[in-house]
């Protein structure tokens, strides 16, 4: 058995908005990564990067342009490398309700517990990058 992640929030800004910056590097890099790439594509390889240590790899495993996109990881950190996380959209009325998920960690442990508050953090900063614009420094994101 697995430990999961979840966040559900709402971000005020259409599906569509909130797709392209979960699947697309030039939005990914604004509040994610330090430097990524791949295409919204069933089976697109991504490249994570976020230094020279952390420069990981994940493909594509579910997708449906603007509703819902998932990653498997495929090399990372030993802990990361067994999961798979992403986004679930659903639109009302130009508001975007988010249902992240990263499920599959193998143990219940320090690092499983500081990436979910690390996603939080991270997730709420996507929010901001969509409804107001701001764009973290990649050294001041968690």
Request: proline share 4%.
């Amino acid at each position: 058995m697995g430990y999961n992640i979840y966040h559900n929030f709402v971000i005020n800004v259409p599906a569509k908005a909130v797709f392209d910056a979960v699947s697309l590097p030039d939005h990914l890099d604004n509040w994610w990564t330090l430097k990524s790439s791949g295409i919204p594509v069933l089976g697109a390889k991504y490249n994570l990067n976020f230094t020279d240590n952390y420069n990981w790899f994940c493909k594509i495993s579910q997708l449906e342009i603007n509703s819902s996109i998932f990653f498997k990881m495929t090399k990372s950190d030993t802990d990361w490398d067994s999961t798979t996380f992403g986004f679930d959209l659903e639109e009302k009325h130009g508001q975007t309700y988010v249902r992240f998920s990263h499920i599959n960690w193998p143990k219940d442990n320090d690092h499983f517990k500081y990436s979910s508050f690390c996603w939080a953090m991270l997730l709420n900063g996507l929010k901001n990058y969509l409804e107001k614009g701001e764009i973290v420094p990649f050294q001041n994101r968690n």
